[in-house]
């Protein structure tokens, strides 16, 4: 007697559903990265720096007096090797230092930071940097130092870029610090309203990626201090301003082939992540937590579009 055949099992539906759209993670502290890999995520999409230098207790500029710029160097070195140890070969974009005054005030050798009115609008990102061409060259050696250990997986990324002449000056410190940037992967964050209208301009300095920090270009945008509790209720990363930034800088990056992701929260916002997907952006990096949703979010959007593109 011939036995019915077994009804085939159907495959139980994959952990990390196969997108289109990259997904990311955002890592803030190396010793996170073990479970931020685990995640499954497609590489890191912002790597912040600041942490391993915060916790230092010191400014880079009392570090580096005290212990030598090999010590300082050395940190950065550590620091990101352990993210791009952990994720290898998927890539880790990371970005150079970013952080405000009011923030190097606080640790030793401190009283020597500029005391500003308004840091967020002040002494940060990019804008340090170029202006401190000698303190940014350790940073750039770090990354130097990682690509000749064969970390070909790690990216650099300028924050607080506002225009094509911000790419160019950074490209140039990068050749100087024996960076081949024609090898390697860089781009810049939009942040500024200013960066999301120049991007033409960023594209064809050479970037090989635009990311979004929805947290600070929507603070520039509606300028609403992200900080300040009595304008949080107007503090929207929805906001059809920001998303007519994004979309227009998404539409040009494509025409020049340059990758778009975004690293600011709202990547893990449902809405957003649909957003995004429709305009076609490449990868979208969320915190660890939220990872998983925004895997499930990009897929069901993705098969959405597909749906009504065959409709
Ligand atoms: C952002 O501005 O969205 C961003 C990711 O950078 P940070 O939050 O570190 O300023
Ligand atoms: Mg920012």
């Known amino acids: 007697e011939e036995t019915e055949p ?14 289109a759209t990259e997904v990311k993670v955002n890592v803030s502290i190396p010793e996170a990265a073990e479970r931020a890999a685990a995640t499954g995520a497609d590489g890191v999409g912002l790597l912040r720096t600041e942490h391993m230098i915060l916790s230092l207790n010191q400014t880079p500029a009392n570090y580096i007096e005290e212990n030598g710029e090999d010590a300082y160097i050395t940190e950065l070195v550590e620091g990101i090797r352990g993210v791009a140890d952990e994720f290898y070969p998927r890539p880790v974009r990371v970005r150079t230092l970013d952080a405000p005054t009011d923030e190097f005030r606080q640790l030793e050798g401190g009283d020597d930071e500029p005391k500003e009115h308004n840091p967020m609008l002040g002494y940060r990102g990019i804008r340090r940097s170029l202006d401190r061409p000698e303190v940014f060259a350790h940073e750039l050696e770090a990354f130097r130092r990682l690509y000749e250990m064969g970390y070909d997986n790690v990216e650099i990324m300028f924050p607080l870029v506002n225009d094509a002449e911000d790419i160019y000056q950074a490209k140039r410190l990068m050749e100087e610090a024996g960076i081949d940037h024609k090898k390697r992967k860089w781009g810049a964050m939009i942040e500024t309203p200013a960066s999301a209208l120049s991007i033409e301009g960023m594209a064809e300095a050479g970037i090989d990626f635009a990311s979004f920090g929805t947290n600070d270009l929507t603070q520039y945008t ?11 209720d107007r503090f929207d990363e929805l906001h059809p301003s920001i998303l007519k930034l994004i979309g227009t800088v998404i539409e040009t990056c494509r025409e020049h082939d340059v990758e778009t992701s975004i690293c600011g929260q709202a990547g893990s916002k449902p809405e957003m992540v649909q957003f995004l997907v429709d305009e076609g952006v490449s990868s979208i990096s969320a915190n660890i937590d939220a990872v998983r949703d925004v895997q499930h979010e990009v897929k069901r959007t993705e098969q959405k579009l597909l749906l009504d593109s065959v409709r």
Request: aromatic share 0%; glycine share 0%.
């Open 6 to 19: 077994v009804e085939e099992v159907r495959p139980q539906s994959p952990v990390k559903p196969m997108t």
């Open 222 to 232: 509606l300028a609403v201090d992200r900080n300040n509790e009595h304008v949080a």
